[in-house]
């Protein structure tokens, strides 16, 4: 865990009341992290930039501070779907939230008005492009503001990896608000963007907390493209049967296709992307927050729309376009502290299509320049031999050992020096061209390659150039996996206007001349794949080293952390549940977490002041299902 800025001896004056808060309101025993030192920060007036991984507790940092000033905290936020959800969540606490934004009526939108100006209000949820309209700036100064929190704030900037033009706007808080104290929160941001944060809104004095990027509960599996759609099914159907879970695709028909194919073999899967009508979208959402099992294959346009806690697996059929996105993306898995999986697959097509988007992007030069740099470092993450967790933390600036949870640690990768087969590929490209007056694309150039004698191959004489059958002692997934780092790297270059045909770049010379040389991954084949999946099952023991034995279904190691007698009242708890959040249209989770379930499972609680004693477990939801609970518990 690090920190920009050196924490100043101050803000103990709020650490009884801030926990009592913590405790009463929220059912928590004691801050995590830096959690208690960002509290202090905002509470006593100071201007906070955060950035804590998705799940760490972000809310907090800025919930707590708002019911200890006088006023009411308004967020700020992008997540119009998801501030019902957030709002009903604080209700059930006891905290009077509420949210402004384009789903309420005119009627509605006056009553919450109203309350703001009357001081009615803990905290108010704002869409950005709500807060900076003439009227909602000057219902604010007709109020009482105890802070602003800006989530999500890595929206504010051209660089990072979900730009919002409206966020650029927010400068004007400090410009008319400067008494009030600001908190401008992200999972995600490197130090370019964090540089960009400060300076777009205005932060130059807040103090920057950056807590550890590390979600030990997720473990991370990256494989190449054989069959995309069959290697997720087994996916799913091995180790996450039953269970929520999201799949990330490229393109909306993409989307639609891999929902229905998943429905058809038996997964409950329900589709989101922007193409879809509004109710469509909403209804979809609405069934996955609020059932269990169902798992929803979407754009990235679901990216930061969710927070649901028991996702417990996030699957990418196409490779982001940044290391950001990525970490964005996965990070809507195990939100609960419990063991959950990302699970990528990618292949040669997916860089050579973020290739040909960044080259016919509308940026200019210097965003291109961002923008590749972003891809390779995805492209490094994909490739790489060495612990998923090390490389990943270390594009934020976090350094840290192996882990011993990922699939490098536990199938560890062969190490392949590839000089010569790319070599070998390179010449066949050039003989190719050079024979023919114009190039081909991959598929052409491997044939040729392997020594494949089909009647293209045959129609363009290429079986008598002297690259024919020279890489025939490799088979085509490798010979896939080299093309793939030469295009990564700049050597081999695509010509998207001409049929994706490939051309050497200037840069290949030096490869081509024995003045460098190509280290990479050994491919997996299916059978070594296969192989890898059985073993799988003996090598979970790094597991329970980063997730303190805490698991479910879904748990990495299969591991449930409960012994059968826990585990058959934790479903019983969880039917209590449901039942009693489908009666008040709510999502489970908004009554109690599954790792709250699974603690008082464990503990079996006896009695009110027992069930008190379990985190999660505040005053308001005890007064409200104390009792409920423990009858579940005796008739169990």
């Known amino acids: 865990m690090t920190r920009e800025q050196p924490a100043p001896g101050r803000g103990h004056a709020i650490a009884d009341p801030a926990r009592e808060i913590l405790q009463r309101v929220f059912g928590y025993d004691d801050f995590r992290g830096l959690q208690a030192e960002i509290v202090a920060q905002v509470a006593n007036g100071g201007d906070a930039l955060v950035l804590m991984p998705t799940g760490a507790g972000k809310s907090l940092c800025y919930q707590v501070p708002s019911l200890l000033r006088e006023g009411t905290g308004v967020v700020v936020s992008p997540l119009i779907a998801l501030m019902q959800d957030q709002v009903d969540a604080l209700r059930e606490l006891g905290v009077r939230a509420a949210f402004l934004n384009s789903t309420l009526g005119a009627r509605e ?48 900037s051209q660089w990072g990896h979900d730009f919002r033009p409206e966020y650029l706007q927010l400068a004007v808080l400090h410009e008319r608000f400067a008494h009030v104290p600001r ?11 964090r540089d960009e944060i400060v300076e777009r809104l205005s932060l130059h004095d807040a103090r920057r907390f950056v807590s550890s990027f590390d979600r030990p509960n997720i473990r991370y599996r990256i494989v190449e493209k054989t069959e995309p759609r069959r290697q997720l099914l087994e996916f799913i159907e091995g180790a996450h049967a039953g269970e929520a879970g999201i799949v990330y695709c490229a393109s909306r028909a993409k989307v639609e296709e891999t929902a229905e194919w998943l429905a058809a073999h038996g997964v409950p899967a329900l589709a989101y992307h922007a193409g879809m009508d509004a109710a469509s979208r909403a209804a979809h959402q609405a069934r996955f927050l609020r059932e269990d099992g169902l798992v929803m294959v979407a754009t990235i346009a679901f990216g930061m729309g969710i927070d649901k806690p028991d996702v417990r697996f996030v699957a990418h059929l196409d490779m982001p376009r940044s290391v950001e996105g990525y970490y964005q993306e996965t990070g809507r898995a195990g939100r609960d502290g419990l063991p959950a999986e990302a699970w990528m697959a990618y292949g040669l097509a997916d860089v ?52 011993g949870n990922c699939d490098n640690c ?32 991959s598929q052409h150039v491997i044939a040729v390659l392997r020594g494949q004698d089909n009647p293209k191959v045959q129609q363009f004489g290429h079986d008598r150039l002297s690259t024919f059958g020279i890489g025939a002692d490799l088979g085509e997934q490798e010979w896939r996996a080299v093309l793939r780092q030469l295009i990564a790297q700049g050597l081999v270059v695509v010509d998207h206007e001409r049929h994706q045909v490939l051309a050497l770049a200037p840069e290949s010379r030096a490869l081509l001349r024995g003045e460098r040389s190509l280290q990479m991954r050994r491919p997996r084949t299916p059978a070594r794949a296969r192989a890898g999946k059985r073993a799988r099952g003996s090598a979970g023991s790094g597991a329970g080293a980063r997730v303190s034995g805490r698991g479910g279904p879904g748990a990495a190691d299969g591991e449930s952390g409960l012994d059968a007698a826990a585990e058959a009242l934790f479903e019983r708890l969880r039917e209590w549940r449901r039942a009693v959040a489908s009666e008040r249209q709510l999502p489970p989770y908004v009554i109690f977490h599954d790792a709250t379930l699974r603690e008082i499972a464990q503990q079996r609680p006896g009695s009110l002041d027992a069930l008190a004693g379990v985190s999660g477990v505040g005053q308001r939801k005890l007064e409200a299902w104390g009792d409920a609970f423990l009858e579940v518990i005796r008739q169990y």
């Open 109 to 156: 939108a006056r009553e919450v008005e109203r309350q703001l100006v009357a001081g009615e209000l803990d905290l108010l949820y704002v869409a950005p492009e709500r807060l900076v309209t003439d009227r909602c700036l000057d219902l604010l100064d007709r109020s009482r503001i105890a802070l602003f929190a800006i989530d999500e704030a890595h929206c504010v």
């Open 183 to 193: 908190i401008a929160l992200t999972a995600t941001a490197d130090a370019m963007t």
């Open 352 to 403: 050579v299509q973020q290739r040909r988007f960044i080259e016919q992007s509308e940026g200019g030069e210097a965003h291109k320049r961002v923008s590749s740099g972003k891809l390779d470092a995805m492209l490094g993450l994909a490739e790489t031999i060495e612990c998923r967790r090390v490389r990943l933390l270390a594009y934020f600036g976090e350094a840290s050992s192996p882990c």
């Open 410 to 441: 536990l199938e560890p990768p062969e190490p392949w020096d590839a000089t010569e087969p790319a070599r070998k590929l390179l010449s066949c490209i050039w003989r190719i061209r050079e024979a023919s007056g114009f190039g081909f694309g």
